[in-house]
Structures are given as C-alpha cells and as structure tokens.
C-alpha cells in the first residue's frame, strides 16, 4: 500500500501515527507537529483533530514544551532568555507561553550564567592584546543574545579586574 493509499483509506489513523512517530525524537509545538502533518499531506481539519487528540492524551502541551527547551538552551547552549524567546516564537508557540515560560529564569542567574561564560573565555584569552579580548568576549555575549547593559556591566567587571 502506497503513502497515497493509506492517507486515503483512513487519513485519522495516518495522521495520528506521523504525529506519533514526530514526537518519538523530541517534543514539539503544536505548530510545529501542525507543520510536519501539513507536509505528510494530512488536510487541516484531520491535523487539528489529532493535534486535539494528543493535547487530551498529555502528548502535547505548550507550555511544558516552551518550559523544557527554556530549561535545556540555558543549560546546554547558554542562551539568553531573549534568543530562547526567539527560538520558541519561531517554533509557533505563543507569546503567552513564552512569557510564563521564560518566567522561570531569574535575572540574576542569567547574568551569573553570562558572567561565568564570559570569565571563561576572558581567561583563555588572557594572553592576546586587551582589544582583541574586549572583540572576543563582547562577541560570544553578543551570539548568546544578551543584552547590552548585561554585555557592558560584565565587560567592565572582567577589565576593571584586569587593571588591578
């Protein structure tokens, strides 16, 4: 039986068992897994039918998605909240979830993660010229997504340190 022929014989079960084999790997939004049906050619009506399916199984959920890769990009990537609100904006999760989401992360201890990554490329660089430690440091901040005035407080604590 061909892709075809089985979409076509009982599109629900067809779709039900892609979303199932999607989420098999990792969680995903709702939008996402919409999108990934979408390109398996399950119609829009059968897609929001299993995707309200998955949500009553506990299968899917937003929110514990949003709160999970919030959680794994600080940890593993070191990612600001800003670059993992992006990242979550551009996997179709809402703006609401986000913020509930990124709620959970504290200020301080994302500049205490800032400054810990920073103080660590400062001392591998330690050796090469103050402009060029200033350009690599303010760099990684920058790719992490944090925010200037964390980039510039950390920038004057590592070389005011320096000074000394």
């Known amino acids: 039986m061909t892709r075809n ?12 068992t892609t979303a199932h084999y999607a989420l098999a790997p990792r ?9 990934h049906l979408k390109k398996r050619g399950v119609e829009d009506e059968v897609a929001v039918a299993v995707l309200d399916e998955l949500e009553l199984q506990g299968l899917l959920n937003d929110l514990e998605f949003a709160q999970i890769w919030s ?3 600080q940890r593993q990537k070191k990612l600001s909240k ?3 609100a992006q990242e979550l904006k551009f996997k179709g999760v809402s ?7 990124l709620d959970n992360i504290d200020d301080e201890d994302e500049y205490k993660m800032a400054y810990t990554l920073a103080e660590r490329k400062f001392r591998s660089a330690s050796h090469l010229e ?10 990684l901040l920058s790719r992490k997504g944090f925010s200037h005035s964390i980039t510039g407080r950390i920038m004057r604590e590592l070389l005011g340190s320096n000074d000394s």
């Open 5 to 16: 022929q089985e979409v076509e014989a009982d599109p629900y079960a067809f779709a039900l």
């Open 27 to 35: 969680a995903k939004s709702r939008a996402e897994l919409h999108a």
């Open 71 to 73: 959680e794994s990009r």
């Open 82 to 84: 800003r670059s993992i």
């Open 95 to 101: 703006q609401d979830i986000i913020d509930e989401a």
């Open 130 to 139: 103050h402009d060029v430690i200033y350009r690599r440091v303010h760099g």
